[in-house]
């Protein structure tokens, strides 16, 4: 009996706006990367996120320690990505003035 030894492709597929995600969910390459990072086991993500099968979060984890320059890039880019729309939404939605106004409903009893 020999056993079968086969490349197997790693779970990661990007989306049309470049976002990388684990093959078949929504659950992105950041969310598991960073769960890693924070010390969570694989068994942990896995139960954090039902949709990702714990197989593919070993393989996610692989590919992260196989390519991380790559990956801490990708991940350093999508910070970048996520500050930029920050900043553009408080300029076109000021969230202060929203609040200032929430709060004086709230003194004025809801009215």
Same mark, same amino acid.
């Given at each position: 009996?020999?056993? #079968?030894?086969?490349?197997?492709? =790693?779970p !990661? +597929?990007?989306?049309?706006?470049?976002?990388?995600?684990?093959?078949?969910? %929504?659950?992105?390459?950041?969310?598991?990367?960073?769960?890693?990072?924070?010390?969570?086991?694989?068994?942990?993500? #896995?139960?954090q996120?039902?949709? =990702?099968? !714990? +197989?593919?979060?070993?393989?996610?984890?692989?590919y992260?320690?196989?390519? %991380?320059?790559?990956?801490?890039?990708?991940?350093?880019?999508?910070?970048?990505?996520?500050?930029?729309?920050?900043?553009?939404?408080?300029?076109?939605?000021?969230h202060?003035?929203?609040?200032?106004?929430?709060?004086?409903?709230?003194?004025d009893?809801?009215?």
């Amino acid at each position: 009996m020999s056993l #079968a030894i086969d490349a197997i492709p =790693v779970p !990661l +597929a990007a989306d049309e706006s470049g976002t990388v995600r684990v093959a078949g969910t %929504r659950v992105t390459l950041d969310t598991i990367v960073t769960a890693y990072q924070q010390g969570e086991t694989p068994e942990i993500i #896995a139960d954090q996120y039902p949709t =990702v099968q !714990l +197989a593919d979060v070993y393989a996610v984890i692989n590919y992260y320690l196989r390519h %991380r320059k790559e990956v801490e890039s990708y991940l350093v880019r999508r910070q970048e990505e996520a500050a930029a729309m920050r900043r553009k939404l408080d300029v076109r939605f000021p969230h202060e003035e929203f609040r200032q106004r929430l709060l004086a409903r709230r003194t004025d009893g809801g009215k």
